[in-house]
């Protein structure tokens, strides 16, 4: 049988809208990638979301049938290899590709695609939880999300008036267990002396980190906000595409990278990129881009193939309504990912309309 890609679009509702300082979005398009080789399938999603330094979702649908093309033919171990940096101008397709060729070819091997990337991978992941906006997060939920065994709450903020978030973060403190941290996301919302404003006066709360505090981020201003406080900055959507596993990763001016494989082109330019940070002393998160189980079931693979055991951000697959598929259980905190050869993503029956 010769191999196929298969696309399968969808659109697919929130819970509720997704909101941070780079604006909001209420349900998710993108494309169930299928590449199919003899009786394998292999699975991946792309979902673009420009605002996070991905392609549009026009750009993807445009060169995704040209791949259908470049697959006939073409044996699913090569194809990457053959197709090499062409898609770094679309990260959020080259990563879906990867993710489906890979899931088929750690299937044939008959591994987990985490032991596919990593001999070393651990079979359980801490992760963090998403909250929402700061205005949105309730004492009595913080607590409820601990007890279930979450110890790190992730809460966007530079939404609201600076002072307004920082008289709500007190507040939130003096009512959450003191053992829960607040994983913080500002998405570039302020500037820099706004920032250094809030660095100080969050200095003197136990905060677990602060993501992309930084407007328009220089690493000597992001070097100057770290060295003041004693929780990690980290960078995320900064970076964009610029990061590679090169990358002189002491010259960024934080202590903490947020990588998105969806963003940094698939995952093993992302394991890359996550073994030269750790080894220059960095932390490291994994996090998805509210993709479908299609992706979160990779993401998850890869950060379990990474040598970081800080909780990662995995735990979006209850934003959406509606899934393609089952997505990895979390419990106490914790996903459990199976021992089955793949990803371990397998698409509900009617997840597949073709393209």
């Known amino acids: 049988m010769s191999e196929q890609l298969l696309i399968h679009p969808y659109d697919l509702p929130l819970r509720r809208p997704w909101e941070s300082a780079k604006g909001r979005f209420a349900r998710r398009y993108g494309f169930m990638i299928e590449v199919r080789s003899e009786s394998l399938r292999g699975f991946g999603d792309c979902a673009p979301l420009p ?3 991905t392609e549009t979702l026009e750009q993807a649908e445009q060169q995704l049938p040209e791949l259908q093309e470049r697959l006939r033919g073409t044996k699913p171990e090569s194809l990457m290899e053959e197709i090499g940096s062409e898609l770094d101008a679309l990260p959020a397709t080259r990563f ?17 695609l985490r032991r596919h990337l990593s001999a070393a991978a651990r079979d359980r992941l801490p992760v963090n939880i998403a909250a929402g906006p700061l ?6 939920a913080a607590r409820e999300y601990y007890d279930q065994g ?3 709450l ?5 939404i609201e008036d600076p002072a307004i978030e920082l008289e709500r973060l007190a507040e939130l403190f003096e009512l959450i267990p003191p053992d829960l941290g607040l994983r913080l996301d500002a998405n570039g919302a302020w500037s820099f002396d706004q920032a250094k404003s809030m660095v100080d006066a969050l200095a003197r709360l136990p ?11 220089t690493s000597e201003q992001l070097a100057e906000l770290q060295s003041g406080i004693p929780f990690p900055l980290a960078r995320d959507e900064s970076l964009r595409r610029r990061l590679d596993a090169e990358t002189d990763m002491t010259s960024l001016g934080v202590r903490r990278l947020v990588l998105k494989p969806a963003v940094l082109g698939g995952l093993q330019r992302t394991l890359d990129v996550a073994r030269a940070a ?3 002393g960095m932390e490291v998160v994994i996090t998805s881009l509210i993709e479908t189980a299609a992706g979160l079931w990779p993401t998850a693979q890869l950060a379990a193939a990474t040598r970081s055991s800080i909780p990662h951000g995995l735990s979006t697959s209850d934003w959406l309504a509606q899934d393609l598929g089952s997505a990895p259980v979390l419990k106490d905190g914790f996903i459990q990912l199976p021992l089955c050869a793949g990803s ?3 698409p509900t029956p009617d997840a597949k309309t073709s393209l």
């Not at 590709?97 to 750690?106: K, R």
């Not at 905060?207 to 981020?217: A, K, N």
């Open 150 to 152: 979450f110890h790190v």
């Open 278 to 280: 750790t080894d220059a």
């Open 344 to 346: 371990g993503f397998t």
């Open 51 to 53: 605002e996070a330094g």
């Open 135 to 140: 205005a949105s997060v309730t004492a009595e």
């Open 96 to 112: 879906a590709l990867e993710c489906a060729l890979l899931d088929l070819i750690s299937k044939r091997a008959r591994v987990s």
């Open 207 to 217: 905060i677990e980190s602060l993501e992309e505090p930084l407007r328009e981020p």
């Open 154 to 158: 992730k809460i966007k903020v530079g």
